[in-house]
């Protein structure tokens, strides 16, 4: 009367996405805090010299990173546009 599930245990299941490191250094930008502005919202200057809005990660919220006007950060793109991610004080 047991049950026995021998096609699940046949399928393992393995994620479908690469994240080396190449793909992860090509996402992130290097910057430099210009403006603080209300909600852990920043306005950044890229090394290239463009202005963009970034908002503090959440793992620098949870451990209450500060983030200064003219500290070096590091931003993590977002493929889909917008607002990018600070995810280091350096």
């Known amino acids: 009367m047991g049950l026995t599930n021998d096609s699940a245990s046949a399928s393992i299941w393995e994620p479908n996405f690469d994240m080396s490191e ?15 502005l ?4 920043f306005r950044v200057e890229t090394a ?5 809005l970034a908002y503090l990660s959440g793992k620098m919220r949870i451990h209450r990173i500060k983030v200064l006007i003219g500290d070096k950060v590091l ?14 004080r350096m």
């Open 22 to 36: 190449d793909k992860q250094k090509e996402s992130t930008i290097n910057g430099t805090i210009t403006e603080a």
């Open 38 to 41: 209300p909600n852990t919202m």
């Open 48 to 52: 290239n010299g463009q202005v963009v």
């Open 75 to 88: 931003l993590d793109e977002n493929p889909l546009g917008g607002k990018l991610r600070i995810i280091k």
